[in-house]
């Protein structure tokens, strides 16, 4: 498997707070990504990233923000937490001239009270 | 990114091979197709891709008739441990702006003991 791990791997939180989610690789990939899935969507990009401080929207970005200060890490930030984010977030990883075989991260299971 | 129409779910029994079809009808020149596969609470896997013609791994075969508009995903005797989601993708792999995979709903396959 994909060296990729995401943390936290579960996590609570309140409705407004921030929430930073972290996605690293140790397989020196150039594509980031991070998709959230809900019953009934699918899987939805949400931002990723082409290199080392190139980031891009995805098709649900409102809400969220993205930093990539290092090829191995990826992190997700939710500015104030909504219950609508409430979700399971997954992180991805690609070579760049085959970005339709991506492997996938654990997952993060998020729920906002 | 090309449309893909692919079915909801599908019930097989084991030992059977299972056929998944995917109808992507306005497929560009350019476009590879591309299979993932996704257990309950883990990430997508990828299976296989291809271009034309047929291609087979030790997962799946993957088969393009001439027109490309449809493509089979084919799951050579199956067992319960095949009970996964299923999606279709359609697009460029290596132009740049193309990073973004939209998974849809994908084909809930159930394997029947």
């Known amino acids: 498997d994909a060296g990729i791990t995401q943390s936290p791997r579960h996590k609570v939180t309140e409705t407004g707070t921030p929430v930073t989610l972290r996605c690293h690789q140790t397989?020196?990939?150039?594509?980031m990504y991070w998709y959230r899935q809900d019953p009934g969507h699918g899987l939805r990009l949400i931002h990723y990233?082409?290199?080392?401080?190139?980031?891009d929207k995805g098709e649900v970005s409102d809400g969220y923000s993205v930093s990539r200060s290092k090829t191995e890490d990826f992190l997700l930030t939710l500015e104030s937490a909504t219950s609508s984010q409430t979700s399971v977030y997954f992180c991805?990883?690609?070579?760049?001239?085959?970005?339709?075989?991506?492997?996938f991260g654990p997952g993060t299971r998020l729920t906002v009270t | 990114l090309a449309k893909t129409t692919q079915p909801i779910s599908m019930d097989s029994y084991e030992g059977q091979e299972v056929n998944i079809t995917c109808s992507h009808n306005?497929?560009?020149?350019?476009?590879?197709i591309t299979w993932y596969q996704q257990f309950p609470s883990q990430g997508p896997r990828f299976i296989i891709q291809?271009?034309?013609t047929k291609v087979t791994n030790e997962v799946a075969s993957l088969f393009i008739p001439a027109d490309r508009k449809s493509s089979t995903l084919s799951l050579p005797r199956v067992s319960l441990s095949d009970t996964a989601v299923y999606y279709c993708?359609?697009?460029?792999?290596?132009?740049?702006?193309?990073?973004?995979?939209?998974f849809g709903t994908g084909t809930r396959l159930t394997i029947i003991p």
């Open positions: 991805a990883i690609s070579e760049w001239d085959r970005v339709y075989e991506q492997y």
């Open positions: 397989e020196n990939h150039r594509y």
């Open positions: 990233s082409y290199g080392v401080k190139d980031t």
């Open positions: 306005n497929i560009a020149t350019n476009d590879y």
């Open positions: 291809g271009y034309k």
């Open positions: 993708l359609v697009g460029t792999p290596s132009n740049f702006g193309n990073e973004k995979l939209t």
